[in-house]
Structures are given as structure tokens and as C-alpha cells.
């Protein structure tokens, strides 16, 4: 007899789980969704870094051409975002950092209102988008954007530009094949570790990232970035694909080739 009164809390307990799951799988597949909203207390930060100017690039062979399309950086971020508002709900947090210069100046060239269009995906998503100036303003946003010590970040994405050793959050907008702004891998050292959560997911889609950059990251995040060994193809801005024969860093052929 004494154990009656356990067992019914344990079975009250077992029932409330099971309601809660199956409502949960209904709205979200068979994603479980935490009843305290602990998701809600983590952050995703996604970058889009700037267009080229087809002013430079036209300049340039044909092959070495960049951005015949404004929207590569947006496009693909914008898919990622509409992603996680599936996967993670409508409250949780996150932040897109756009460089608006090179949009500005894109938008003139194109004559067609770039900065609008950005601003349509923030209202659709509700995304809290932060136009960016300088490149030192996304390490301030990673440190100090939120109360770090409440509001861990769960993930970091970059979609622009890139080398080996840097984003390059401007590229060939003010300057012909060259970047006036860019978070090179030595300004990583300034990025606080705990601002993250310790399964952080971190990925870059620029090109070349995964050959030094990421090594930088890890070394001042304590997070593995998922990065490319070669260049990036934005030829289907949904899905950024590594160009054969290069791969990811966290690939098997890169396993292979450690051998």
C-alpha cells in the first residue's frame, strides 16, 4: 500500500510526457520541442557578407568572375533561416549580420531596391537583422550582442566571401578583386568561448576556410567549423556545394588523405 502513491505520480508524470510528445510531433514532425522553451534561451548567428560590383567583375576573364547574381550571400542565408524557423519554432532567437555597404552600392548599380528586399526577409522570418559596417562589429555582436551568461549562441553560419586566412565581408565592391573589409583569422583570438554553447553548430560557406581559418576558429572557440577545402559554388544558392576535387574538412576523402 505504501507504494501506491508513487506509482500513480510516476504514471501521471508518463501520460503528461506522451500527450505532450504527440502534440509536439504533430506541429513538428519528430522534432521534440522542449516544454521549458530552453531553445528559446540559445541564439543562431548567420552571416551574409557583400556582393561584388559587375562594374569590377565584368572587367576581369570570365572564369574568374564573381556574383553575376546579387543575392548569393541572402539567398542561401534566408534558406538556412526558413530551416531553423521549421526545425526550432517561431520564438527562438535568430540574428542575421548583413554588410550593407556593398548592398547599398549593389542596389544602385542594379537599380533595384536590395535593401528592401533584405528587410522583407527579417519581417517574414522574424529575424533579428543587424546591418553591419565594420567587420570587428560581428566578434562585438558574438561577445556582447546578448547577455552571454543567459543567452548562449547554438550556432554561427558565414555565407560570402573568402581565403584561406579571412572573411571577406567586403569583396571587389570598392576595390577590383580585392576586400576593404574582412574578420582575418588572427582577430579570432578576441572572441569570447564562452559565448557559445559547448555543441555549437559552426560552418562557412566561403571558399578556402577549411584550409587555415577554421583551425583559428576552433582554436578560440573550442568548436569544431565545417569549413571547405577548395572553393565554394553558389550556383544553387539553397544548397552551397564545395567544387570538386575539393571537399569539407570534416569529409571522408579529407579523412582519407590524413592517411
Given at each position: 500500500m505504501?507504494f501506491?502513491?508513487?506509482?500513480?505520480?510516476i504514471?501521471l508524470?508518463?501520460?503528461?510526457?506522451?500527450?505532450?510528445n504527440?502534440?509536439?510531433?504533430a506541429?513538428?514532425g519528430k522534432?521534440?520541442?522542449?516544454?521549458?522553451?530552453?531553445?528559446?534561451n540559445?541564439?543562431y548567428?548567420i552571416?551574409?557578407?557583400?556582393p561584388?560590383?559587375?562594374k569590377?567583375?565584368d572587367?576581369?576573364?570570365?572564369?574568374?568572375?564573381?556574383d553575376?547574381?546579387?543575392?548569393?550571400?541572402?539567398?542561401?542565408?534566408r534558406?538556412?533561416i526558413?530551416?531553423?524557423?521549421?526545425?526550432?519554432?517561431?520564438?527562438?532567437?535568430?540574428t542575421?549580420l548583413?554588410?550593407k555597404?556593398s548592398y547599398?552600392?549593389?542596389?544602385?548599380?542594379?537599380?533595384?531596391?536590395?535593401?528592401?528586399w533584405?528587410?522583407?526577409?527579417q519581417k517574414?522570418y522574424n529575424?533579428?537583422?543587424?546591418w553591419?559596417f565594420?567587420?570587428?562589429?560581428?566578434?562585438n555582436?558574438?561577445?556582447?550582442?546578448?547577455?552571454r551568461?543567459?543567452?548562449?549562441?547554438?550556432g554561427?553560419?558565414?555565407y560570402g566571401?573568402?581565403n584561406r586566412?579571412?572573411?571577406?565581408?567586403?569583396?571587389?565592391?570598392?576595390?577590383?578583386?580585392?576586400?576593404?573589409?574582412?574578420?582575418?583569422?588572427?582577430?579570432?583570438?578576441q572572441?569570447?568561448?564562452?559565448?557559445?554553447?559547448?555543441?555549437?553548430?559552426?560552418?562557412?560557406y566561403?571558399?578556402?576556410?577549411?584550409?587555415?581559418?577554421?583551425?583559428?576558429?576552433?582554436k578560440?572557440?573550442?568548436?569544431?567549423?565545417?569549413?571547405?577545402?577548395g572553393?565554394?559554388?553558389y550556383?544553387n544558392?539553397l544548397?552551397?556545394?564545395?567544387?570538386?576535387p575539393?571537399?569539407?574538412?570534416?569529409s571522408?576523402l579529407?579523412?582519407?588523405?590524413?592517411?
Amino acid at each position: 500500500m505504501i507504494f501506491k502513491k508513487p506509482m500513480r505520480i510516476i504514471s501521471l508524470i508518463l501520460i503528461i510526457s506522451i500527450i505532450l510528445n504527440v502534440e509536439s510531433e504533430a506541429v513538428f514532425g519528430k522534432k521534440k520541442i522542449s516544454l521549458f522553451g530552453k531553445d528559446n534561451n540559445s541564439e543562431y548567428i548567420i552571416i551574409s557578407g557583400g556582393p561584388a560590383l559587375r562594374k569590377w567583375e565584368d572587367l576581369r576573364i570570365e572564369k574568374y568572375q564573381h556574383d553575376r547574381w546579387w543575392g548569393n550571400f541572402i539567398r542561401s542565408a534566408r534558406a538556412r533561416i526558413q530551416e531553423l524557423r521549421k526545425e526550432k519554432g517561431e520564438k527562438y532567437k535568430i540574428t542575421w549580420l548583413v554588410y550593407k555597404p556593398s548592398y547599398e552600392t549593389r542596389s544602385s548599380e542594379d537599380d533595384n531596391p536590395l535593401i528592401s528586399w533584405v528587410n522583407s526577409v527579417q519581417k517574414k522570418y522574424n529575424v533579428n537583422l543587424v546591418w553591419i559596417f565594420k567587420s570587428n562589429e560581428i566578434i562585438n555582436y558574438i561577445n556582447n550582442g546578448r547577455d552571454r551568461k543567459k543567452t548562449k549562441i547554438d550556432g554561427f553560419e558565414y555565407y560570402g566571401h573568402s581565403n584561406r586566412y579571412a572573411f571577406l565581408i567586403d569583396y571587389s565592391n570598392d576595390i577590383i578583386g580585392a576586400s576593404t573589409v574582412y574578420l582575418h583569422e588572427n582577430d579570432l583570438k578576441q572572441i569570447r568561448r564562452t559565448s557559445f554553447n559547448r555543441k555549437a553548430i559552426c560552418v562557412s560557406y566561403g571558399c578556402n576556410t577549411g584550409e587555415s581559418m577554421s583551425k583559428k576558429w576552433r582554436k578560440a572557440t573550442g568548436i569544431k567549423m565545417r569549413a571547405a577545402i577548395g572553393k565554394t559554388d553558389y550556383s544553387n544558392p539553397l544548397k552551397p556545394v564545395v567544387v570538386p576535387p575539393g571537399h569539407w574538412n570534416d569529409s571522408i576523402l579529407r579523412l582519407k588523405l590524413r592517411h
